[in-house]
Structure formats: C-alpha cells, structure tokens
C-alpha cells in the first residue's frame, strides 16, 4: 500500500521570504501522480500544483514550485515570496494510475502553515 | 463551471434524526467522491463512486448511505449517527481516465451531532 509522510506539522516563515514543505512517500509503482493541496481557513481544499512521476522536470506554478526526487520518494514544495493568503494547510498526495476507475488520492497527514506579517 | 456544490454548509442533528448530503458538479466527471475530515488531520476516503456506481466503500458503517442518482450529484444519506461523526464532509469529483488531473473539492459540510 502507498503511503505519504508529512512529518513536520507546523510551520512558520516571515512574509516575502521563501519556505518549504517536505514530503516523502512510498510505493512500489514506477508511474503515479503527485500532488500538494492547499485547505486554507474556509474549508475548501485547493489544488496548488501537480507532478507526474513520469517527467524528470520539476513542475512550477507561479511561486510554487517542486523538488521531486524519485529515486529518494521526496516531493517537497517550495513557497516564494510568501504571502498572508498563503497561511493554510497543505497537504502532499499521491494517486496510482494504474487503478483506474478505482483510483484514489492518498494524503500525507498535513502541515499547518503561518505567515508572520 | 469549475465548482463542486455542497448542502447544507452546517448541520447539527441528533442522534435519531434522518438527514442528508447533497453534491453537485457540471464539470462532467464521471468520479465523485466522500472525505470525511476531523480537526487538523488530513481527508479519510469514505467512498467512490465511478461511472453512477458505487466502485469503493472504505468499510464505512452502515449508518452512512451514499447514493448517485446521476452525472451529476451525490448524496450522502445519514441516520442514527454517533458523536463521534461530528466532523467535516467534503465531496469531491474528477475525470475518471486522465487521473492526472485534479480533484476537485467543494467546500464541505460542517456536521455536529448531538
């Protein structure tokens, strides 16, 4: 079974600075998804960027952007100019692809992000 | 339309009360999905549904009914739940074939019962 470990709960970085989030998983697939959520204050849980285990290049968003190691099982998210509105829970998430139908997202337990103004 | 719809935002019943969840979405995904979430822990799986049928149920006691009346929405039927449910339920839908895309959340249903 995958499974995904967050294992810092909490964090803090100063606004405009730069933090990151680790995250490493395990499974014995050679293909799969990767993912890190975001669930701020209001409840919903939000896409921040995506990573398929199938590309070497690290995906970027904006001022998200990964380091996926996958010999190491390590999907880390680095924040850049952090922002008050980036204060939220993260989670880091995995997904099989070859269960098709009966595919689901495994999630790490989360880590509680602040943002000191 | 990049919205998944959940009713009622809050719900407090009691023990013996019969309510219900509903969800919905027109993004045309064919995979929704129930998370049921405490307090500062990540989403649990509770079930699947793929194609309006029912492809996983995560050993979810009886209590908890789900049912698929269409594309487009998803229920989650409730009867003689117990303190411990009081929690976060938050609905989720996505394409079933290019799983590389995201799920989609909505925002969840508070529940408390008492």
């Known amino acids: 079974a995958q499974t995904v470990t967050q294992s810092q709960p909490e964090m803090s970085v100063q606004e405009a600075e730069t933090v990151t989030l680790s995250c490493t998983y395990d499974t014995s697939e050679s293909d799969y998804y990767l993912f890190w959520y975001k669930q701020p204050p209001s409840r919903q849980m939000i896409l921040v960027i995506r990573?398929?285990?199938?590309?070497?290049q690290n995906a970027t968003e904006n001022r998200f952007s990964v380091n996926f190691q996958k010999a190491a099982k390590s999907f880390s998210l680095k924040i850049s100019d952090s922002q008050l509105g980036d204060a939220a829970m993260y989670f880091c998430a995995y997904r099989d692809i070859y269960t098709g139908a009966n595919s689901k997202l495994t999630f790490g337990k989360g880590i509680t992000l602040s943002v000191r103004p | 339309d990049t919205e998944v719809t959940q009713t009622p935002k809050h719900l407090v019943m009691g023990m013996t009360n019969k309510k219900s969840l509903k969800c919905e979405q027109h993004m045309g995904h064919r995979a929704m999905y129930w998370y049921k979430q405490k307090a500062k822990k990540p989403p649990e799986l509770m079930f699947v549904?793929?194609?309006?049928?029912?492809?996983i149920n995560e050993s979810v006691p009886s209590r908890f009914s789900p049912e698929c009346p269409n594309s487009s929405l998803l229920n989650l039927h409730l009867h003689a739940l117990q303190p411990e449910d009081s929690a976060l339920y938050l609905c989720?839908?996505?394409?079933?074939?290019?799983?590389?895309?995201?799920?989609?959340f909505g925002q969840g249903t508070r529940l408390t019962v008492v």
């Open positions: 989720a839908s996505s394409q079933v074939l290019r799983l590389n895309t995201e799920a989609f």
């Open positions: 549904y793929s194609y309006e049928k029912l492809s």
């Open positions: 990573q398929e285990a199938y590309k070497q």
